[in-house]
């Protein structure tokens, strides 16, 4: 049987039939996961448990205002935080064990303030071993955040565990490595470690011997990435590589992502279940988001190639709220229900064409592309087709692939569909090829293509500038000028905003020689101000929550060659990144 009529029978008892590979463009030398990396990556949904001093008081930040007689969690149940994890087919919980204020979940003689010194358990319990044995029956990994920071040694929110009195340093730099010692090493395999806005205490030593196993999240030693977003949502292209000098940095983002990069940091998209607030009360429960709204997350994260970190928020009694629970339950029946059947798939195939044949004509509106990520992000450009009419018609276009690439198209019958890589970087290893066919899709304001309608009068984030100061020629002295700029009125929450200086004469007599960004009076973390590639411009990384009282301000000094004054505008907007 020659090779032609073998393809033709082969294709019309329904199976799959793909080209034949064209040469790489150019050898791979790519960027790879490492094997913890790669673990890591597989689980796509983990559970964040956010639960604190700030629980009782109603608020994102603790301010100390809580006895600690009155933290007393009586129903506190770690198995029934791992039940709600798996409802929805999260694979690790990740346990804020420490927040800002220094309270600690554990047992700790680095501090006076922590779950020892509470009447929970009459001082004897210890929250953190407790959620480390749950996770170990019910099969899922543990991750840790322990804040930097500690208000109570005087290294607040966004120092990355700087202290505002040089002389604590020191002693301070050695309460905070005994502490990740201790949440390293008493309670079994940690899978992930979180440095929440970087790190600027040398931990790397500690990192080494007792988180091999584990990913990194911010800090100079990071190997995973915040989107630069608490929308959930990642935006595309959303590559995995970027480069090592990037990575270095502790804060890089999904905005530096680049095929080409020497570094390897996948992307975590992080987002609240109420609507924007972290912590319990009952005013928060009214936030919840809806079924939609989560449905729409899932496609911009797991289906952008991320992993999705979901948050959950334990009550004062120590329990995630019933209504909670139903939502996680329907999240995870949701993506159940629409990615467990294939109307037809293949897997394990290399090549830059492969071509699925159906079982019979079907209507399908959902591609699910993976590629073997496990050797570098050789796709660079794709497009899926359906044959429709006796001839083939495009169904979705794409770039980045990664882990997985979810396509959203209008329902369309077929009988074949095609998937053909049309730029790549080496010989693409297609890991799977899967289409569907999802039912009453528009529910809720949910479009077909998974993108939630802006409620009426809304704006997107990246809609335009807003004026946010200025300078004048009563600003100069001696050609030099010092502004004080509070970004605060347009910072409504954690993200990336770009900042440009606009002189209005002559803009290369500007130059900027001092720029400071400052979260509540201090400095913040190096890294979370960077130069940008347009003139005067710059990226604001505000990785806190925003509350009413948090302030981000820049300070700032011009000087203009030549010229004894001048004048301009500052702008602001959001960084468009989803």
Request: aromatic share 8%.
């Amino acid at each position: 049987m020659s090779p032609n009529l073998l393809l033709l029978v082969l294709a019309s008892a329904g199976l799959v039939v793909f080209a034949a590979a064209q040469s790489p463009v150019e050898p791979a030398r790519l960027a790879r996961p490492t094997p913890q990396q790669y673990v890591w990556h597989e689980q796509e949904r983990i559970m964040f448990v956010c639960l604190d001093p700030a629980t009782w008081q109603g608020r994102e930040y603790d301010n100390h205002s809580t006895p600690l007689s009155a933290i007393n969690p009586l129903k506190l149940d770690t198995d029934q935080w791992c039940r709600a994890a798996q409802l929805w087919g999260a694979k690790q919980i990740l346990f804020v064990a420490k927040h800002t204020g220094g309270f600690c979940w554990w047992h700790t003689e680095t501090t006076t303030y922590g779950i020892k010194e509470t009447a929970w358990k009459g001082g004897q319990g210890d929250v953190l071993a407790e959620l480390a044995a749950s996770c170990r029956r019910r099969g899922l990994a543990l991750g840790i955040y322990v804040y930097p920071g500690d208000d109570t040694w005087g290294a607040p929110m966004g120092s990355g565990g700087r202290t505002k009195d040089p002389a604590k340093q020191e002693a301070y730099n050695r309460v905070f490595r005994q502490q990740l010692t201790e949440v390293l090493t008493r309670y079994g395999k940690i899978t992930e470690v979180w440095f929440d806005g970087s790190c600027v205490i040398d931990v790397s030593d500690i990192l080494r011997q007792h988180a091999a196993d584990a990913v990194i999240f911010q800090g100079p030693q990071a190997t995973i990435r915040w989107p630069g977003t608490e929308s959930g949502k990642l935006p595309y292209p959303a590559w995995n590589a970027l480069s090592s000098q990037d990575l270095k940095t502790g804060v890089a983002t999904a905005a530096h992502g680049n095929p080409d990069g020497d570094a390897w940091a996948p992307l975590e998209a992080d987002t609240t279940l109420y609507n924007h607030n972290w912590f319990w009360s009952a005013e928060n429960e009214k936030k919840r988001k809806s079924l939609e709204e989560l449905m729409d997350i899932y496609y911009k994260s797991a289906g952008h190639g991320g992993v999705l970190l979901l948050n959950s928020s334990p009550n004062t009694d120590g329990l995630i709220p019933e209504g909670d629970l139903k939502l996680y339950q329907a999240f995870g029946r949701e993506i159940e229900r629409r990615f467990r059947e294939p109307v037809a798939e293949v897997s394990d195939r290399r090549g830059s064409s492969v071509e699925l044949a159906l079982p019979r004509p079907s209507p399908i509106n959902r591609a699910v592309v993976m590629e073997d990520y496990r050797e570098g992000e050789r796709i660079r450009e794709y497009a899926v087709e359906g044959y429709v009419d006796g001839q083939w018609r495009a169904l979705a276009t794409g770039s980045s692939v990664g882990r997985k690439k979810i396509d959203v198209f209008p329902p369309v019958q077929v009988s074949r569909v095609r998937l053909r890589v049309t730029r790549f970087a080496a010989e693409p290893i297609i890991r799977r090829l899967a289409v569907f066919h999802v039912t009453e899709l528009s529910q809720g304001g949910t479009h077909a293509d998974g993108a939630t309608t802006p409620a009426s009068g809304s704006s997107l984030d990246s809609s335009g500038w807003q004026r946010c100061g200025a300078w004048a020629p009563p600003s100069f002295r001696d050609g030099k000028a010092a502004l004080d700029v509070d970004l605060s009125p347009f910072i409504p929450q954690p993200g990336q905003y770009e900042v440009r200086f606009e002189p209005t004469t002559d803009s290369s007599a500007l130059r900027i020689t001092q720029l400071t960004l400052l979260y509540e009076g201090e400095a913040a973390t190096p890294g979370l101000l960077t130069p940008l590639s347009a003139p005067h411009t710059f990226n604001v990384n505000r990785t806190a929550q925003v509350t009413s009282e948090t302030t981000s301000k820049l300070q700032v000094e011009l000087t203009l060659d030549g010229k004894p004054d001048g004048e301009g505008t500052i702008w602001i907007r959001r960084r468009p990144t989803e």
